[in-house]
């Protein structure tokens, strides 16, 4: 379990100094919510805070080069702001559950000797057990590959006063200073808070969802999470379908009372072992299967199945879910998403919108607004910040209705 209680991004695109939530080097700021909802003109930089999460989730699963490159980024030079700037910094307040230390993450790509992006920095810091102030220890502190890490639950170097030590420190060089501290030494049991935090950052589900995508028939191959796309909707359901029949069926009653004009969903079993769902629509005998479903169904069908999983991803991170659905449908998805990920440190779901009607379920302490400063860059903060907006919420008027009323944002 875990969730972010703050991010900081600096230098990425449009993004030259964004806070949102409670940091180390904020820690007066309120803390992030399960529900964060982005929103603000086309331009004004949504989209480049999504691909900041997806970018970190690429480090993750490759290098930084190689994330720097990937999804169109054009390379470091292009992700860079264009202000002077020469790293890529993010700071990250993490916490495992209600009663754990937080952590920070701090992580600054910039370029070598050699013009290639890399890592110049990374970090990860936790109070001592037992303490509810003062400066946390580093537990592992890389510069240019080489640093340090300790092993267990317990310890760290406190940099700012003579270098204090306490546990078991081991020094480190990588060997390759282009991938990420965490992921080497996260697979190693003796580093548990590192590993701990790289399963977090691994767990992060960053949606692409294409109706198109989901309509391909893939082979039976079962498969517990919806990929990015959607293209292996049907294999979750064999997977679904396989683990537990009867509370599938119960997930499918409960999909199905939320999608418009949807009398019933059934699992069919193909003899090639593949599993494809049966729409049954109100005015039709015969069921249709997914490939000739509308994009908007299919689309809401994959986040009701998203938000069923089993084991949930921890971070989920949806862009405009409006595209392809009816307005109306857009606050009852808002209420069920709200309703999902609850209040606990199970599930935390970021989403970019543009719809009023999204918004109009949430309330203002759930929703960010980005906006354009004068010099092109963008800033961050929460409607409740606005003036008026929490008395008029409170006063019966809705954030979204407010927001298209031009009251805020």
Known sequence: MGKILGIAIKNYGSLRDIKMGKLFSDRNAEELGNMIAI?????????????????????????????????????????????????????????????????????????????????????????????????????????????????????????????????????????????????TLGVMKQYSRIEKFLLFLKSWYLCYFTPDAARQLQTASPSPYLNKTGSNINNVAQYMFRENPDKFKKILQDIQDKIPNIEQIKPVKWPDGQMVLEFFQKGFDKPFFSPRMSDGTLKLFAYFLLLHESNPRQLVFVEEPENGLYHKYLADLAIEMKKNVGTGYAKQLFVTTHSPFFVNALTPNQVWVLEKSDDGFSRIKRASEYEFVNDLNSEGASVGDLWYSEYFG
């Open 39 to 183: 929103i603000g003109p086309s331009g004004n930089g949504k989209s480049t805070i999504a691909d900041a999460f997806g970018f970190i989730s690429d480090c993750i699963s490759s290098d930084v080069e190689t994330a720097c490159d990937e999804k169109n980024r054009g390379g470091f030079d292009q992700l860079v702001s264009q202000c002077g700037a020469k790293e890529i910094h993010f700071e990250i307040y993490y916490k495992e559950s209600k009663n754990s230390r937080p952590i920070t993450y701090e992580l600054t790509i910039g370029k070598d000797r050699n013009d290639r992006p890399y890592i110049k920095e990374e970090r990860l810091r936790q109070r001592r057990s037992g303490n509810s102030y003062g400066r946390p220890l580093s537990f592992l502190h890389l510069i240019d590959g080489k640093g340090y890490a300790f092993e267990g639950s317990e310890g760290g170097q406190s940099d700012d006063d003579g270098n204090e030590s306490v546990g078991t420190k081991v020094p480190v060089e990588l060997s390759e200073n282009r991938t990420l501290g965490i992921v």
